[in-house]
């Protein structure tokens, strides 16, 4: 079954306008991580922000924002006053286990693809 | 954040020849390095997981003798392609595990390196 769940294949923007990309998850641990990551066309991937599963506040930086909702296993990046440097791939990633685990991997969604429109 | 050099960026073999990449990290030591393969418009499929001075562990469906990992130090994991054939051909990026207090194990990437094998 599929652990983190990305529904939209691609989006289009305006420019300064703020964006959602959605992220659900499937997981039975009671302590994981979830991650966002950008990846450019030039194919390096750039971590941009983590939530905890303890962590009771929703993770802010800069202009990106996670909306977490544990109860309905989401967590949906914000992006505030998109710009044209944005258009990008973005996954979203969930780290199963103990935070402190050596063992613990991270699993990927299938991406999506952004586009701000000038 | 932690910086992980990946190195080769592009190569281009003969069909039948072995490539390696190498994965460094920077400024930081990775006891844990893992390598990701990615096909166009794709999401990071993990190929294994690569523990310093110790045997690779690899994803299932990923063939051990085809793609040896090395991990001789705490900043440098190698990923060899033996014998390549044209379906070897993808973007190969590499991710070091590094530990922040505010995010426990996050995972840093390499820049990638796209593998032509003609």
């Known amino acids: 079954a599929q652990k983190i769940t990305q529904t939209q294949p691609g989006m289009f923007v305006q420019e300064k306008e703020a964006v959602t990309l959605d992220c659900t998850y499937d997981?039975?641990?009671?302590?994981?991580?979830l991650f966002w990551y950008k990846q450019p066309s030039s194919g390096e991937m750039i971590f941009l922000i983590y939530?905890?599963?303890?962590?009771?506040q929703n993770a802010t930086e800069g202009r990106y924002s996670l909306n977490f909702q544990k109860a309905r296993k989401s967590a949906n990046l914000v992006i505030s006053a998109s710009q044209l440097g944005d258009s990008a791939m973005y996954f979203c990633?969930?780290?199963?286990?103990?935070?402190?685990?050596?063992?613990?991997?991270?699993?990927f969604g299938s991406g999506t693809r952004l586009s701000i429109r000038p | 954040g932690a910086v992980v050099s990946q190195h080769p960026s592009r190569v281009i073999c003969k069909s039948g020849t072995s490539v390696k990449i190498e994965c460094r990290s920077l400024d930081f030591q990775a006891t844990t390095m893992f390598w990701y393969r990615q096909f166009p418009k794709q999401s990071l499929m993990l190929m294994a997981t690569?523990?310093?001075?110790?045997?690779?562990?690899?994803e299932q469906g990923v063939e051990k003798d085809k793609f040896l990992i090395n991990h001789a130090s705490l900043t440098l994991s190698t990923l060899t392609v033996t014998s390549a054939h044209p379906e070897d051909s993808s973007f190969y990026i590499c991710?070091?595990?590094?530990?922040?207090?505010?995010?426990?194990?996050?995972?840093?990437f390499g820049e990638g390196s796209w593998l032509t094998v003609v």
């Open positions: 991710s070091a595990r590094a530990w922040d207090p505010s995010s426990g194990n996050t995972i840093y």
């Open positions: 690569s523990n310093e001075g110790s045997k690779a562990t690899y």
């Open positions: 939530q905890g599963s303890y962590d009771e």
């Open positions: 990633a969930m780290r199963e286990g103990y935070l402190y685990s050596s063992a613990s991997k991270i699993i």
């Open positions: 997981t039975s641990d009671q302590s994981y991580g």
